[in-house]
């Protein structure tokens, strides 16, 4: 079960977080807080809470995490912009629930964006003097993590455009979250539409609400099922609750051809795909 924002993050607040003053406001905080409640409530309450690029200063981190934790909901979001003198980047942050030592507990993980989409690099040097951080060829390639039975791969924005990271996550995981602030919704709807299929997994986008069309798109073969959510406009923060449904993916892919039926809830695997054996289960 996800959980799929529409959270507002305004220029003002970029502007804030480029020039090193994130944006602490109450306000800021009153919409995060409203979001972050509407999971807790929410029935079926979520798993995992996604929520945008650049959407949640590190210094709220902590708060947001715990009181999500009350509810065993993991977090999965975007960070503000970190700054080390006229170096810059952007990470995403996901506090895990774990249970694997007996007793519940929480995992962090800070993934970096490793490169700036074009139009974010020329703004930040032209405006701030700030320059992307050079990353390691080992930081550039994107983690798969198991949680709870659960595979996933995260990325931020224009990572998605990388074929790459899409390669790598092919077979290997049930979805990949995308954490974005984008403007470009036809772009991105192409791709979301298209990595679905050629990753073979669910796609989790979600977008600063400014823009919207935070989505969960499937690889299913009957075109009406293939949106589970999709969000667009409002005036207001909400989450929306979506079911993956992990179990009969995993066992579609796990046939030994992909050969079609009438009767297939998903659409036949690319060529070339291979199911990862930690993922592998009784052909359906």
């Given at each position: ?33 409203y979001l972050v409640n509407q999971a807790i409530q929410a029935r079926p309450r979520p798993t995992h809470l996604l929520l945008p690029e650049l959407s949640l200063p ?65 703004r930040l040097v032209r405006d701030f003097g700030k320059a992307w951080v050079k990353f390691s060829e080992s930081d550039r390639k994107k983690v798969v993590y198991q ?17 790459e990271h899409r390669l790598n996550f092919q077979g290997a995981v049930d979805c990949v979250m995308v954490l974005s602030w984008n403007q470009d919704l036809e772009t ?97």
């Amino acid at each position: 079960m996800l959980g799929v924002s529409s959270l507002l993050t305004t220029d003002a607040t970029w502007d804030a977080a480029a020039s090193g003053s994130p944006d602490l406001s109450i306000e800021r905080y009153q919409r995060i807080e409203y979001l972050v409640n509407q999971a807790i409530q929410a029935r079926p309450r979520p798993t995992h809470l996604l929520l945008p690029e650049l959407s949640l200063p590190e210094r709220w981190l902590n708060t947001v995490s715990s009181l999500l934790k009350e509810s065993r909901i993991s977090l999965i979001a975007g960070l503000d912009y970190h700054i080390e003198k006229n170096q810059i980047h952007s990470e995403a942050a996901l506090v895990l629930e774990d249970d694997r030592l007996g007793f519940h507990a929480y995992v962090r993980v800070h993934q970096p964006k490793t490169e700036p989409a074009p139009g974010e690099d020329q703004r930040l040097v032209r405006d701030f003097g700030k320059a992307w951080v050079k990353f390691s060829e080992s930081d550039r390639k994107k983690v798969v993590y198991q949680h709870n039975g659960f595979t996933f791969g995260v990325l931020v924005c224009s990572e998605l455009q990388n074929v790459e990271h899409r390669l790598n996550f092919q077979g290997a995981v049930d979805c990949v979250m995308v954490l974005s602030w984008n403007q470009d919704l036809e772009t991105f709807s192409a791709l979301v539409e298209s990595a679905s299929l050629d990753v073979h997994a669910y796609i989790v986008l979600v977008n600063n609400r400014r823009y919207g069309d935070s989505r969960v798109r499937a690889p299913t073969k009957a075109n009406y099922a293939r949106d589970l959510c999709r969000l667009r406009g409002g005036e207001n923060e909400h989450v929306v609750v979506a079911k993956l449904d992990v179990d009969t993916l995993r066992r579609f892919q796990s046939r030994a051809k992909s050969w079609p039926s009438d009767n297939d809830p998903f659409k036949p695997v690319p060529e070339g795909f291979e199911i990862k054996l930690y993922r592998a289960a009784i052909p359906l």
